[in-house]
């Protein structure tokens, strides 16, 4: 098995999934961070290490990338929202 098979195997995982296998695993781990953020009091750094991401500024730069916004600013709407549902 050489080189040619990984990259084979590359293009057949972005064929099933639409995206690469790293873009797919950064994915799944903002939107568990979403979820962290909504439901638990945790700090956003202890959030961003639950995730797999081993660099803060990594974190932030790729959530806003998916998100469109901070890790805080999510908190913060999303904190919002649940109050104007139950209010």
Known sequence: RGLGDVYKRQGQFKKA???????YINQLRIK????LLTDTAK???GIAFACG?????NFNR???G????????YRRITEGMK?????
């Open 83 to 87: 109050a104007a549902a139950s209010g």
């Open 62 to 64: 790729q959530f806003r």
């Open 17 to 23: 999934a639409g995206v690469g296998a790293i873009e």
């Open 66 to 73: 998916y998100v469109s916004c901070t890790p805080g600013e």
């Open 53 to 57: 991401f081993r660099n803060l500024s």
């Open 43 to 45: 700090s956003v750094a």
């Open 32 to 35: 568990r961070a979403c979820h």
